[in-house]
């Protein structure tokens, strides 16, 4: 189990986490449930991806540009 604590005065402070070895880890909240974070651990030197990379960020800009461009919901 890890944690950052609650920020209660001000916006939290970075904190790090380190990983015993190279796999795959879902981290789940404790607060919120439902909540998870999947983090791919790879081992130092190894290549990213960059089809995946470029695939994700298209896709990210893609939702981000739709979510700008919804004015919200029309009155009848």
């Known amino acids: ?3 950052s604590g ?5 916006p939290p402070k970075p904190w790090v986490v380190k990983f015993p070895k190279a796999a795959r880890f879902v981290l789940r909240s404790a607060l919120q449930r439902g909540v998870t974070l999947t ?3 790879v081992k130092r030197g190894k290549a990213v991806d960059e089809r995946r990379i ?4 298209k896709a990210n ?3 981000a540009n739709r979510r700008l ?4 919901p029309q009155a009848r």
């Open 1 to 3: 189990m890890v944690g």
């Open 6 to 10: 609650l920020a209660l005065e001000g």
């Open 39 to 41: 983090v791919n651990v």
């Open 54 to 57: 470029a695939r994700q960020l």
């Open 61 to 63: 800009t893609k939702l």
């Open 69 to 72: 461009r919804y004015k919200g």
